[in-house]
């Protein structure tokens, strides 16, 4: 009788230190483009799973949704926008110019990441939810990436009105009617840039007059 062969036990592998996060970056990327190319009700994370080579239950350990995904790749867009914001807040002392400052951050970041930009902000869904006036009261720390990025903007909206540069209003509203001029100006640029008869940088120019001529107080006061 011929001995059994041996059976050689090879121990496995451990992942190199940081693959895993390479590897959740390969995911995101992957799904970024799937997200842009079918939209996300057409999206699954099974053809998600096929085009980074994993199975559906390899691709949970990174991420258990679909709706993870997009909120994940959301995150990026809100961080990258955050940083842009605080960099302008940095640089321009309060004044009427501050907010048209803020309005050029948004428009030029919408126009330098457009994939990202329509993800977060025109793929039908957005990773900021939030419908109550009560929710924005929550600390800044606990609120949600999306949510500090407004609520960062409404913070220089609210110097500019006590310090008499805008005329007396609801931040929150003031806020929203800015950030609504900016996405609309972002969203025109990036959807339809054949409709653009203007250059881009005039044509926000007169957009900010346009909106500012409503904001702006006359001088600001005196204490």
């Given at each position: 009788?011929?001995?059994?062969?041996?059976?050689?036990?090879?121990?496995?592998?451990?992942?190199?230190?940081?693959?895993?996060?390479?590897?959740?970056?390969?995911?995101?990327?992957?799904?970024?483009?799937?997200?842009?190319?079918?939209?996300?009700?057409?999206?699954?994370?099974?053809?998600?799973?096929?085009?980074?080579?994993?199975s559906q239950t390899g691709l949970y350990v990174y991420f258990k949704s679909k709706e993870e995904i997009l909120d994940a790749l959301c995150?990026?867009?809100?961080?990258?926008?955050?940083?842009?914001?605080?960099?302008?807040?940095?640089?321009?002392?309060?004044?009427?110019?501050?907010?048209?400052?803020?309005?050029?951050?948004?428009?030029?970041?919408?126009?330098?990441?457009?994939?990202?930009?329509?993800?977060?902000?025109?793929?039908?869904?957005?990773?900021?939810?939030?419908?109550?006036?009560?929710?924005?009261?929550?600390?800044?720390?606990?609120?949600?990436?999306?949510?500090?990025?407004?609520?960062?903007?409404?913070?220089?909206?609210?110097?500019?009105i006590e310090a008499g540069y805008l005329n007396d209003g609801d931040p929150t509203l003031v806020t929203q009617t800015i950030w609504a001029?900016?996405?609309?100006?972002?969203?025109?640029?990036?959807?339809?840039?054949?409709?653009?008869?203007?250059?881009?940088?005039?044509?926000?120019?007169?957009?900010?007059?346009?909106?500012?001529?409503?904001?702006?107080?006359?001088?600001?006061?005196?204490?």
């Amino acid at each position: 009788m011929k001995p059994k062969p041996r059976v050689r036990i090879v121990a496995r592998a451990r992942k190199p230190r940081g693959l895993g996060h390479q590897r959740r970056g390969e995911i995101l990327a992957a799904a970024k483009q799937l997200f842009l190319k079918e939209g996300s009700e057409t999206f699954t994370t099974r053809r998600l799973a096929a085009r980074v080579g994993l199975s559906q239950t390899g691709l949970y350990v990174y991420f258990k949704s679909k709706e993870e995904i997009l909120d994940a790749l959301c995150q990026v867009t809100f961080e990258g926008l955050v940083q842009r914001f605080r960099a302008v807040a940095a640089d321009w002392k309060d004044s009427p110019d501050l907010i048209r400052r803020l309005v050029e951050a948004y428009v030029e970041f919408g126009i330098e990441h457009p994939d990202e930009y329509q993800l977060t902000f025109m793929a039908g869904r957005s990773a900021t939810k939030f419908t109550r006036r009560k929710d924005l009261a929550r600390p800044f720390a606990q609120q949600g990436i999306g949510v500090q990025s407004f609520l960062l903007f409404r913070d220089q909206v609210t110097r500019m009105i006590e310090a008499g540069y805008l005329n007396d209003g609801d931040p929150t509203l003031v806020t929203q009617t800015i950030w609504a001029t900016a996405h609309g100006l972002v969203a025109l640029m990036i959807a339809r840039p054949g409709y653009l008869l203007s250059d881009r940088a005039p044509l926000v120019d007169a957009a900010m007059d346009a909106l500012m001529t409503g904001l702006q107080r006359g001088s600001p006061r005196t204490v």
